[in-house]
């Protein structure tokens, strides 16, 4: 039963608002207790005047206690792929709202949140784990070492990188190209899939080795098991490189290698009981659009 929830999202556009104040009645009317990001809070208050009963707020981790039922994210795929630096590991199980465009992790439409609060209260959903990339070595100043979608290495200027890449120490290739993608299956349909890797079911359990530009026409992307430790060593005639978890970009120098493993716990997506991701799939992608089929 649903009885605490938290709401996460960096702003409401005057599209959303009449949206979102009726997401707040809903959860309201059902004495669901809401727990709002403090910045989304005051940003409501400010441009729209609109204030909400709320238990209180948070801006980090360390703010939210163990007893939030399930967290709101409301915005976009990068809002909801934000979330993860709040929940980490407390396993609080994720709904993304959509408030931008296209949504493969916010799932949920403006004109669904009605029928999705309902489905929430009735106990009609049920939750997905999905893996988590675990930096483990390769930064050594404290930033955040965990993405849900794709670990990126990227030459930071013109200059071409060499990438040695080994799975459990054992040599796989050597990589000359702009860069390299690792990415689990729910960053399959992300940055992955542009440079032509596969979609891979999220639930599966593997990762994806996705070269960015080869100077090999022969190097394709590659599917490992996600029990498998990933480590890069990196060539340049540049001092630098650049390395992205998700959307967090961090400049780097050739110091030490780069020790990718799959984190220890996992995040918790809520998959309401009439999303299906095939259907996500052929709706984002547009499959069967042409009138042939």
Request: glycine fraction near 6%; hydrophobic fraction near 40%; include cysteine.
């Amino acid at each position: 039963m649903i009885k605490k929830v938290a709401i996460y999202g960096i702003s409401v556009n005057e599209d959303f608002f009449y949206y979102f104040s009726n997401l707040v009645k809903k959860l309201e009317n059902n004495n669901i207790d809401i727990l709002c990001y403090k910045p989304l809070l005051e940003g409501i208050l400010n441009t729209y005047n609109y204030q909400f009963k709320t238990l209180g707020t948070f801006t980090s981790y360390y703010d939210i206690d163990s007893g939030i039922d399930l967290m709101f994210s409301i915005g976009g795929d990068g809002t909801f792929l934000e979330t993860l630096q709040i929940i980490i590991d407390k396993n609080i199980p994720v709904l993304g709202i959509n408030s931008g465009r296209l949504g493969f992790l916010a799932t949920i439409s403006k004109e669904e949140i009605q029928k999705a609060i309902e489905k929430l209260i009735e106990g009609k959903f049920c939750t997905e784990q999905r893996s988590i990339l675990q930096l483990v070595s390769g930064i050594d100043n404290g930033s955040f070492k965990f993405a849900l979608n794709d670990i990126t290495i990227q030459k930071k200027d013109s200059t071409l990188i060499t990438i040695h890449t080994y799975l459990n120490d054992d040599f796989l290739n050597s990589y000359w190209s702009d860069g390299l993608i690792i990415a689990t299956p729910t960053g399959s349909t992300a940055y992955s899939l542009s440079v032509g890797g596969p979609i891979v079911i999220p639930y599966s359990k593997n990762f994806i080795i996705s070269p960015i530009a080869p100077h090999n026409l022969s190097v394709r992307p590659i599917v490992v098991p996600d029990n498998f430790k990933i480590s890069l060593f990196i060539e340049s005639r540049s001092s630098k490189f650049t390395i992205t978890l998700d959307h967090r970009v961090e400049e780097c120098c050739f110091s030490e290698p780069i020790i990718i493993k799959k984190a220890p716990f996992y995040m918790n997506i809520i998959k309401l009981d009439y999303v299906s991701f095939y259907e996500t799939l052929r709706n984002k992608l547009m499959w069967g659009i042409d009138k042939r089929n």
